[in-house]
Each structure stands twice: as structure tokens, then as C-alpha cells.
């Protein structure tokens, strides 16, 4: 599965930015899909998946209640709505796919190519 992420840009602390990412290649309901985020200097981490029907999700703890993961697999797309975002969000996004269960944040293997996001402070 070939994965593209889209929809970051520069946001002031407060606001919010929607990203999609497009799946191609393979029907994207056969993977667990998940949002991750790199911060300069720092390891990726997880922010958030969802299971293959959608029904169910994980987030990480400082973006509950702030940020929201769903799918379309009609559309083959997922999507990360985040409000409120801080200085601390800033960080290249990427989404990526997994065959296995959307808790086994270690398994995901299929990447797509990161979008940026940049909160002001």
C-alpha cells in the first residue's frame, strides 16, 4: 500500500489543521492505520490509530481530547482533525499502515512521506 499525507502547515497555538492521508495500491480496510510524528531531535512517536473498521481507536495521552483519528474506506483516506494544538505538536507527521492489530504500534511498516506541522506560539 502506498501512502500520501497532506494537510499541514503553520498554525498558531489554539488552532487546528485537518491532515489526510490517501491510500492507494491495496483497499485500505485491510490495515490498521495510525498517525505518527517526529519532532527535530526527538524519537517518532505514536499519536494515534485506528482499528481496520474504525470502531476503534488509541491516542496518546497529551493529545486526547484535543485531537480526533477517523477513516473513510469508501475513500480510502484517514484523517487527523487536530484542535487546540500547542507549540509542542510541531513535528513532520506521518501516517502509516499495518496488517496487524492498531494497538501493535511497533508493526507499523508501510509509511508515507510526512507533512509538516508548525505551531506558533
Known amino acids: 500500500v502506498q501512502l500520501q499525507a497532506s494537510g499541514g502547515g503553520l498554525v498558531q497555538a489554539g488552532g487546528s489543521l485537518r491532515l489526510s492521508c490517501a491510500a492507494s495500491?491495496?483497499?485500505?480496510?485491510?490495515?490498521?492505520m495510525g498517525w505518527f510524528r517526529q519532532a527535530p531531535g526527538k524519537e517518532r512517536e505514536s499519536v494515534a490509530t485506528i482499528s481496520k473498521t474504525g470502531v476503534s481507536t488509541y491516542y496518546k495521552d497529551s493529545v486526547k481530547d484535543r485531537f480526533t483519528i477517523s477513516r473513510d474506506n469508501a475513500k480510502n483516506t484517514v484523517y487527523l482533525q487536530m484542535n487546540s494544538l500547542l507549540p509542542e505538536d510541531t513535528a513532520l507527521y506521518y501516517c502509516?499502515?499495518?496488517?496487524?492489530?492498531?494497538?501493535?504500534?511497533?508493526?507499523?511498516?508501510?509509511w508515507g512521506q510526512g507533512t509538516q506541522v508548525t505551531v506558533s506560539s
Open positions: 495500491g491495496r483497499t485500505m480496510s485491510s490495515y490498521s
Open positions: 502509516a499502515a499495518s496488517q496487524a492489530s492498531y494497538l501493535r504500534l511497533t508493526l507499523y511498516n508501510y
